[in-house]
């Protein structure tokens, strides 16, 4: 069984997915209308250098966001209001996801917090250009960037 | 004729699953690049979702229908509703340079409609919404 959009797959590899199928791809073509499985999100809670990473895997869209929404919920429930959102695993954003994030970012500046993101892929970059969302956010290329700036005064600060 | 897929959906979100898979599955049939292809499920995602959430003042169930076909270099895609009337090309832009206290996702789904899609067409047909939206293939 394969899906339109499979789980835990690096977002470079699931480019590579839709190219034709090859020998190493035996699954080929049309097994997405045989045994559809609903696109998923996976979220990830970590820790990194006493910070909380939340990195969520899939597509983070109407039928996803509001998996991510009770996650950063979660995250705010257990004391942390400065931690990193890792988008590495996030190729498709839609405006449910970034009620999600401005949600999440709201709740964040009322606590004195904030949520660096970092990783953003080349659609999501786009999407978040079109709806001015990089002013909401601190983003940076890498995790570790991401946790420094945690630590460090700055914007919001 | 153009290779096309056709779906109805109610107007409830559970149904947006289907949509996202009737829509993949189509483009994976076409082999449309993936930028190509987010762009064609955000279009379809933000309409069937303001539809849902917006066209209906009663409780009762709706049909929402959808068409993805392949012209010659360009996806097309229409959606339609028997709901309110609602044009997506006459709601003001949102405001985008306003700080996080004060910043609303209202209208933000339209607006990536608008910019990301190449064409975006709307017409009140009797009783019914039908928006049609064009995105260009890479030559």
């Known amino acids: 069984m394969r899906s339109g959009y499979r789980r835990r797959l690096h977002p470079r590899e699931r ?9 190493n791809d035996p699954h080929g073509e049309s097994v997405v209308s045989v045994h559809p499985e609903p696109p998923s999100l996976d979220i990830n809670v970590e820790r990194h250098d006493g910070h909380v990473v939340v990195h969520p895997v899939g597509r983070l869209d109407a039928t996803n966001g509001p998996a991510l929404d009770q996650a950063l919920e979660d995250v705010f429930d257990g004391g942390a209001n400065r931690f990193v959102l890792d988008m590495s695993g996030i190729a498709y954003i839609s405006s449910l996801g970034l009620a999600v994030l401005l949600r999440g970012a709201k709740r964040a500046k009322g606590e004195g917090g904030r949520i660096s993101l970092c990783a953003l892929q080349d659609g999501v ?3 978040f250009e079109i709806s001015g969302f990089f002013v909401l956010f601190d983003c940076f290329e890498t995790r570790a960037e991401a946790l420094a700036a945690l630590t460090s005064p700055g914007q919001g600060d | 004729m153009a290779p096309t897929q056709r779906l109805t959906l109610a107007n409830d979100p559970a149904d947006l699953v289907k949509l996202t898979l009737a829509a993949q599955a189509f483009l994976d049939e076409q082999g449309v690049p993936a930028d190509v292809g987010d762009t064609t499920q955000l279009a379809l995602e933000e309409i069937v979702t303001n539809v849902i959430k917006y066209a209906y003042d009663d409780d009762a169930p709706h049909r929402v229908e959808v068409s993805m076909a392949r012209e010659d270099g360009v996806i ?6 028997d709901g309110r009337p609602f044009d997506p090309l006459q709601t003001p832009p949102p405001a985008l340079d306003e700080p996080v206290e004060e910043r609303s996702i209202g209208g933000l789904g339209i607006h990536l ?4 899609v190449d064409q975006l067409s709307y017409e009140r047909v009797g009783d019914r919404n039908r928006v049609e939206m064009r995105i260009a293939l890479p030559t």
């Open chain 1, 15 to 23: 480019k590579l997915r839709r190219d034709p199928p090859t020998a």
């Open chain 1, 125 to 127: 970059t786009k999407v």
């Open chain 2, 76 to 81: 097309v895609l229409c959606v339609e509703d």
């Open chain 2, 113 to 116: 409609v608008r910019q990301l």
